[in-house]
């Protein structure tokens, strides 16, 4: 019993150092995570490519087509959110007026606006929030350089690796840590295929429906529902909330905000619960629980990129589970899956 209680008290509190570690040394570890997420989906493009052209100009080429990939998803965004906060700059003493309007409705059926709300929804209040996304957006370039230095060294060295593990024999579980990378990459590159597919849909979808309600800037809100949607759970709730406040913001009119919120829900929940299934039918053997905790805890960790590489850090982790017997159990219990007839693995 002592032995027991002892073993359950080292592994909490290495999982707490690890943790604290992980916060601590975010700048490093969270560039390091995208790296090798990039790494397992753009690996067997490089592979390809070294089949047809020397490994040098390999790596240049998938290095090259990985920074496009990115600065393009980065413009979108910047593009779309760009055209929504310079609509408001140019709309900030029409807002105030629909504001003072709202909150003498609301007064004249007894419900008051906090004060502190009134004082802090100003000109100033909102070029402040401006600056300060400002300022996280100059964080981003840091974060890119060191994240793509990684990836290089990652793709250089990626074969060797999976070789010298192979070597250490099969007592050592060096050919399952391969299988498993192997697995974890079809997954990770089934995931992004399935979140990009969503992600399209997701963004036409709220392009042609506030186009033809009149919504202004229909497509800068397109853009930012499709990039959104990579991050699940929280992405698609706010891609919705925001074109609702929009909406109210435009028109003054609650009955357009209602309507947009429930259109946009609707969407969200046919592509969450239908489509994307649809595209990854049980491939990636993950709960609903398992992904909403990665999200949220690694959100918490890390911030908004916890947000997005959280879900792949799951597949990662439970598809290592699945390779070893001794903690399969855990990744058939996480899968979300019912059992195969004439199993009891669990």
Not at 265 to 286: C, D, H, M, N, R
Request: proline share 4%.
């Amino acid at each position: 019993m002592t032995s027991t209680l002892n073993r359950t008290a080292s592994v909490m509190i290495i999982a707490a150092l690890t943790i604290g570690a992980l916060a601590f040394a975010q700048t490093v570890f969270i560039p390091m995570a995208f790296a090798l997420f990039a790494i397992a989906i753009l690996w067997p493009l490089q592979r390809a490519l070294q089949k047809r052209i020397p490994s040098g100009l390999a790596l240049v080429v998938t290095i090259l087509l990985a920074l496009v990939i990115v600065v393009k998803l980065i413009s979108v965004v910047a593009w779309g959110g760009g055209q929504i906060a310079q609509w408001f700059i140019d709309n900030v003493d029409r807002l105030n007026l629909l504001y003072a309007e709202t909150a003498k409705r609301l007064e004249a059926h007894d419900i008051f606006v906090p004060a502190i709300i009134a004082d802090r929804f100003d000109t100033s209040w909102l070029l402040r929030t401006l600056q300060q996304v400002a300022t996280r957006l100059n964080g981003l370039l840091g974060f890119l350089v060191l994240t793509f230095i990684f990836l290089a060294m990652g793709l250089l060295e990626v074969e060797a690796f999976a070789n010298n593990l192979r070597a250490l024999g099969a007592n050592s579980g060096g050919a399952l840590l391969v299988s498993a990378g192997e697995q974890i990459g079809k997954k990770l590159r089934r995931y992004m295929l399935m979140r990009t597919l969503a992600s399209l849909a997701t963004g036409l979808v709220v392009w042609g429906f506030a186009f033809s309600i009149g919504l202004e800037l229909a497509a800068a809100w397109g853009a930012i529902a499709f990039a959104l949607n990579y991050i699940p759970f929280i992405g698609p709730l706010v891609a919705t909330v925001l074109p609702t406040l929009f909406a109210f913001a435009q028109t003054g009119s609650w009955e357009l905000a209602l309507l947009v919120f429930v259109v946009l829900v609707i969407v969200q929940f046919l592509i969450g619960s239908y489509l994307e299934p649809l595209f990854t039918g049980k491939a990636l053997a993950i709960s609903s629980f398992v992904v909403v905790f990665s999200v949220f805890f690694w959100g918490f960790i890390w911030g908004l990129p916890g947000t997005f590489i959280g879900v792949p850090i799951a597949i990662a982790g439970l598809g290592i589970c699945q390779q070893f017997p001794e903690s399969r159990w855990f990744a058939a219990l996480m899968s979300g899956q019912p059992p195969k007839p004439g199993t009891n693995d669990v």
